[in-house]
């Protein structure tokens, strides 16, 4: 609370919002093992899948940590993934490696930070020409990322549908004008 003078969650990926940290107790496993890197939410239902020895669906965007308990695999993501809100909705997508985080607003805004040099993200270095060619590559992988995911369709409760009925229609309209941008 505060981060940022926010004082909630609120709508960014500032790291006090989004790295957390992920504990996960599992019959056969080592207590106090620790992984250190990046990992995913996505990454729970292939990991919990496994240790129950159930298939994995191949369309998961996740990948099991099984292997990195076991010392069968030494490296965790290089890369996780993040999105907010609705297409056509201010919506952000963040990409954030070991050094760099780069977010999208769909208005056109851009957030870049160097988590080494800035942790508190407090320089936003999108736009600089001095780090254009390390934006363009993070723009790249961002892009990659999004075209891949399947955006499911938005489903409300009635509750929601019945206390604010015309933002309900402005996101059902904008994800439908989106699907049809993109043609799916």
């Known amino acids: 609370m505060g981060y940022h003078r926010m004082f909630t969650k609120g709508f960014g990926f500032y790291e006090p919002a989004v790295r957390i940290p992920l504990i ?17 939410g996505v990454d729970v239902l292939p990991t919990v899948l496994e ?10 965007h996740g990948r099991s940590l099984v292997p990195l308990w076991r010392g069968t695999e ?6 996780v993934f993040a999105m907010q809100d609705f297409e056509g909705l201010n919506r952000m997508v963040m990409l954030r490696t070991g050094q760099w985080k780069f ?6 805004g851009r957030e870049l930070y160097d988590l080494t040099h800035d942790p508190n993200e ?24 999004d075209r891949s995911c399947t955006h499911a369709e938005p489903r409300f ?24 941008r993109e043609g799916i």
């Open 122 to 145: 407090l320089q936003n270095l999108a736009g600089n020409p001095k780090y254009s060619d390390i934006e363009s590559k993070l723009v790249g992988q961002l892009e990659s990322w």
């Open 74 to 79: 030494s490296k965790a993501r290089g890369a």
């Open 157 to 180: 409760s009635p509750a929601m549908e019945q206390a604010d009925p015309q933002r309900v229609l402005r996101i059902r309209e904008a994800f439908g004008a989106w699907k049809r």
């Open 51 to 60: 240790t129950m020895r159930l298939p994995c669906p191949g369309d998961i």
């Open 24 to 40: 996960i107790r599992a019959p056969g496993f080592p207590r106090g093992a620790r992984v250190e890197g990046m990992v995913s």
């Open 103 to 108: 977010g999208r607003y769909d208005d056109g």
